[in-house]
Structure formats: C-alpha cells, structure tokens
C-alpha cells in the first residue's frame, strides 16, 4: 500500500472554502427531528452545539455520486479506493456561538492522511480540519476524522468490544428507526446509502441494518449533557468505537467529570459504541 499511500497524500493541504446561511427552518426541523421540547428557536439565538453539521452541504450533482451515495472520490477528499467510509470522531471547540439568521463561512483543509493494517483489516484514515466563522468572529474549530476500511469478508463477526460503565447518572435509551436516519440525512444532505437504503448497507456493505449516523450519535451525547448539567458546552471529543443499527435500542449515558463530563453510547449488547468528553464554559 505503500503507492497508494503516496498519491493519497497528494491531498494533503488541499483547502476548500465555502458559505452559508445559518437558517433559522433548518435548525427548528433539527428540533423536531431530536423531540427537543424547548420553544421553537428564534432568529439571533445561538446555534446548539454540533448543530453547525446541519450546513455548509456538499452539493454534488448527480452525475458526480458513487457507488456508496457520497460524491465520488477524489475531489475535496482523496481517491481512497477502500469502499467502506465512515466517521471515526472529531474534537471541536466553540469560541464563540453562531447566531442564527447569519451567514456563516468554512475554511477546510486536509491535515493527515494515514494507512494502517492490523485484526480488523486495512484501514485509511483522512484529517480535515474546519473553521467556521459568523459575524466577524471564529466560532468553530474543528478536526474530523475519517476512516476507510476494506470491503467485509464473509462471516466476518465484530470483535468484542469494552463495556460501558455502570449505573450511570445520566442516561436515555432511544429506539433508532428509518425515519428519524432519514430525517437527518436530509438535513445534513447526507446521501450516504448506509444510512437508508436497507439492501445496499446488508448486502453490498455487510451489516445487519442500518447505521445510525455518528454524528448524530455525538450530538445526542453533547444534547445528554448540556441538559443535565444545565451549562453551556465549550469544546467536545469522541471517539466512534462500535457502529449502532436499528435493530435494537442503544444508549446515551453520562457522568460529571472535573470541569466536564464523560458521555457515551452503548450499544444493546452493553458495549462501548462511542465515548466522548464534553468541556464546559467556566
């Protein structure tokens, strides 16, 4: 892989800009879409965290779409020939909110490109690093990373995965179905058929169902935590460790920690989906 490698890191420092309207619609649909059950937010207000995933859309034609529903490879993000794509994490920090109704710009630029093979196969691993800005201040930092991994094999089986803790203080379950996934694949304007499309992600990709977004997941930690402590969120980081379908119900849980709070997902076997650690404003 080592060729390949190479010519994947052409890409690095490759940068991207892009603009949009921090549209007040949008994030109220975002609501609905979580059951939030606050009033209906208001032009001015401050964008919730990670909510900032609701915009700056990739917008590719049609004719430009892969196999997997993403625009095909090789534009913003390298030619990785791997077939399987998902988010393996981010760490973001919030300097300053995002006022909604005002337009808003994104710097992007890819950081890292990385190859490793072990147990689970080959894996790439890209770093794009975002900076989002509104009404002349930088509102959002970002790393998020990607992962590629090769096509499943047959009988493949997930490796045993750590429990979570016990008896947490904060804690929901949520039973995911193919309405809230394709709800917020369209708010996202994720096409990504992993998300939807039940033959392609069983039968082309392997898994058991559909994935519920990681995204998604991470907001529904940072939503999980903000709540229960009452606080506003200054930065937060995750790490995806399992994939969540919608066969079953999952987790989000939560704990204080110093100045912050350790959240995760568990997955419905007990198992460590996602973890996270959110910084609170001081």
Known sequence: MTEALERWRAWLGRREETGDLLDLNRARAMQATLDVE???LRAGDPLPPLWHWLYFWSVAPAAAIGPDGHAARGGFLPAIELPRRMWAGSRVRFPAPLP?????RRESEITAVDFKEGRSGQLAFVTVRHRISAAGALAVEE????????????GETPRPGSPAPADPPWRRELRPDPVLLFRYSALTFNGHRIHYDQPYVTGVEGYPGLIVHGPLLATLMVELARRAAGRSVASFAFRALRPIFDTAPFTVAGTPEGEGA??????PEGFLAMDGKVG???
């Open 100 to 104: 909604l109704g005002a337009e808003a």
């Open 280 to 282: 609170f404003v001081g």
């Open 143 to 154: 790393e998020h990373d990607i992962v590629y991994r090769a096509a499943a094999q047959p």
């Open 262 to 267: 350790k959240v995760w997902v568990a997955d």
């Open 38 to 40: 606050d009033p209906p």
